[in-house]
């Protein structure tokens, strides 16, 4: 079942058009990967989803279970008190403390009683390794630390929809496996839709079951990582979206009429 | 009651994060002692001289004095050309006042006596130094050891400002004091007497309420740019900004909640003031027992009363929350706090202080400030000034309200304009600072 429906979605600033005509659709519990070189309309699709932004033209429709449909353009207060955002730059309140930030985010979400709020927390502090810094002020955190953080705030809710965008960012090995670890829990296992963007394609590999390219604000192509190898006839998925993005061009095989449309210009192979 | 508790997690954390950052304890509740204390010291060491307003102080004075044909004398026209003589000096306490002693030498003594006393015309008659007719010759006559009453300066003037300022009573004594010869037994005395309303408490020192004026408005427009800029430039630049509005609440609510949190700071704010008031109060009347200099006690001296604290707190607290709106604008507008806290100074620091020092010399509440005082109106924190001014006085004011003349005017609806203006000016600054905080461009 899809929990986001995305129709035609288009945001122009001024002379630039971030996001050109995008249709997609997600499906509940499903991780999906959002690739694109800088500048590529990542952050505007979240920000538009999350209603940081109004789309110029189009809509998108959000339905949790046994709530909604929501629409973007109309509906976006509804939306957010089941999704979550984590950007790709943010930082934790310097002058709170671990558990100060988490609850401080809960609170805001204003319809939870406070202990609901306070053992929410209490796990999250469990489940991201903070336990025993709960207590200390996060303006000595290291940056791996303050993004665990920020992970535990995103999710103090138990939203049905994640954003996440670079989320592994600035953390060390151990503390990316542990968002990493955590991000396919809340999928298999809490049923969670995540929404991710990140720059590590064997991050995607890893946890998204599908992908989608995006090259100056077009979807350029989507599907699981093994699709899109297969479909752009290369071994990694990293080659697929280096051919799109440089525009080098890809060799784009019809899996169902095996015909070669013959546009290559270079291929690049890894073993 | 979801959107209240909303707002109040938001206020808490505004209120928790500032409470453990320096620049509240400093700003909030140590300046205003400090500001207060520093002005005591200083005044204290250096003592003041009376400055002008814009447009001089004009001092009229009145000589009835028939003088003595037999030695050509007339001492009132000896004290009109001291009294000229000392506002050109620049050591004179009296520098830069003008002195009119045409506009009313042709009114006999009770006439001008009345108008002096009536509200309605007081402002138009005063300061004025009036000198009896007979006063050449009781001071010739005179003689200490024989018990004779020596003759007398009458000074009549209005509380508030400098106009009414006690510091003008200190100038006139030290003139009265050159014609006392003791050694001949030929002295003046001088009456000075604040001109009083019924059910008006006469003011310990008007200057002192001019004083109140002044630290009261530049601290309470100054001191919130520093949460100001941290609220929300702080936001962007520290990277909050855009998880925070991501959140189940309207931006609306988000600004709400800072605008709140920082007037919950004010009320701190003003609460120290009213110490730092006590405090300086305290240090104006140890300095004028140490040294002897009781003038300088009852010139700089306020006597805090109940309706001037509460008029204080107000004052302040309206200030404070136009100073924010704007400032929130401004904010809005820059990526980092030092951007903002440049903005905000710039934009603030000017009128509050021009106003403030006008406010400190009396003139805001005087009709006589003409057409500078357009202007001058155009400043909301004027408003805030004469509201002080004109509430705690407002039979001293009457002949000088705004809407004098109008049916219905008078001092209460003076004070209904300014608190309107106050209002209005909020209410604007607080749509101006949400159209800017609604912008998509905030999250860049």
Known sequence: ?271 | MSTVKQIMALVKQELQSARRTRYVIFTFVLMPIFMWGLQGGVQMLLGFVMGSSQEGVTIFFVNYDEGNTTFDLNLGDEFLDKLKNATQTNTSILHGAKINHIKYVNMDYDDLYQKIHNSETASDYTPCIIIPKNFTQVYLDFNVTEGDIPPVVELYSLPGGIIGSSMLEAGVWSIVSEFNIVEYHKVVSFASSPVIFSKEEGAASSYGLGFVAMISIMVAVLAPAPFVSTSFAGEREKKTMESLLALPISRFNILLSKLLAGMALIGIFALMNIAGLFLFSAMIDVAAGSIGEEEYSSIFAIEPSPIMLVLVVSMMLLSAFVAIGIGISLASLTNDVRSAESMYNMFMMVPAMGVGFIGMFGGIPERAFGGAGVILYIIPWAHSISILSKGLYPQTYASSALTRGLPGGGIAMDLVIHFGYLIIVILICLFIASKVFEREGILT
């Open chain 1, 1 to 271: 079942m899809n929990i986001i429906e995305i129709e035609n979605l288009t945001k122009r600033f001024k002379d630039n058009v971030a996001l050109d005509n995008v249709s997609l659709t997600i499906q509940r519990g499903e991780v999906f990967g959002l690739l694109g070189p800088n500048g590529a309309g990542k952050t505007t699709l979240i920000r538009l989803l999350i209603g940081l932004i109004k789309p110029t033209s189009g809509t998108a429709r959000i339905q949790y279970n046994g709530l909604g449909p929501f629409d973007i353009n109309k509906d976006i207060m509804e939306i957010r008190k089941k999704a979550s955002l984590l950007p790709q730059e943010a930082d934790v309140y310097e002058n709170l403390t671990a558990k100060e930030n988490i609850m401080y985010y809960g609170q805001i979400y204003g319809n939870v009683p406070n202990g609901e709020v306070r053992r929410r927390t209490e796990e999250l502090i469990d489940m991201i390794g903070l336990r025993g810094r709960e207590n200390d002020i996060t303006k000595e955190f290291s940056g791996g630390m303050k993004r665990k953080v920020l992970v535990a705030r995103a999710l103090v809710m138990d939203p049905d929809l994640i954003f996440l965008d670079e989320p592994t960012t600035g953390i060390d090995i151990l503390g990316a496996r542990t968002v990493r670890n955590l991000i396919k829990r809340l999928a298999k296992e809490l049923n969670k839709t995540v929404i991710l963007t990140t720059h590590d394609l064997s991050e995607v590999e890893e946890l998204c079951d599908r992908v989608g390219i995006l090259v100056k604000g077009k979807l350029a192509a989507i599907g699981s990582p093994d699709e899109l190898e297969q479909q752009f006839t290369r071994a990694h998925l990293e080659d697929v979206f280096i051919g799109l993005t440089t525009g080098e061009g890809v060799l784009e095989e019809d899996l169902t009429t095996k015909k070669r449309r013959g546009f290559i210009s270079r291929i690049l192979r890894r073993r």
